[in-house]
């Protein structure tokens, strides 16, 4: 078992059930997260950023950035984007009027790259140092 172990460490390699568990084996030197993130819009124009399991069922936050991420890097990526956005926006909206969570009303929905300089308390967690704009869908 050792040897296995040993084995996935020294050469960098994963094989399961032995690994060198690569989460945690690098340290980032950064101060600073990029994340992607989904806001939903009301009526007045408020943007909502969509933080809880209940918006965005069947996913998770953590799996929606990175599959979101992962279309970036297509061909196509736009009207792919284009098309989760306004999926997501009918769910929400769909999974709201049905009392699965307390969200505001949504007449679109963005998605937004998100900056932040991390801080070490999390004092600025709800505002991002910037936001870059990359699709939109209405209802």
Same mark, same amino acid.
């Given at each position: *078992? ?20 690569? *989460? ?13 993130? *989904? ?8 943007? =909502? ?7 965005? =069922?069947? =996913? ?38 049905? &009392?699965?969570? &307390? ?5 679109? *929905? ?11 308390? &999390? ?17």
């Amino acid at each position: *078992m050792l040897a296995a172990s040993a084995y996935d460490v020294i050469t960098d390699e994963e094989h399961w059930p032995f690994s060198q568990y690569p *989460m945690f084996s690098r340290v980032s030197e950064s101060r600073s997260l990029t994340w992607l993130r *989904m806001y939903v819009v009301t009526s007045d124009g408020q943007e =909502f950023p969509l933080l809880t399991h209940a918006e965005v =069922f069947p =996913f998770d936050q953590s799996r929606l950035s990175k599959a979101l991420g992962a279309v970036r890097t297509r061909p196509d990526a736009q009207s792919e984007i284009d098309t989760i956005l306004a999926n997501c926006l009918d769910r929400y909206e769909r999974l709201r009027l049905e &009392g699965r969570h &307390g969200g505001p009303r949504a007449l679109r *929905m963005r998605l937004y790259e998100v900056n932040w300089t991390l801080h070490p308390t &999390g004092a600025n967690l709800s505002t991002p140092d910037r936001r870059t704009l990359l699709g939109e869908a209405s209802l």
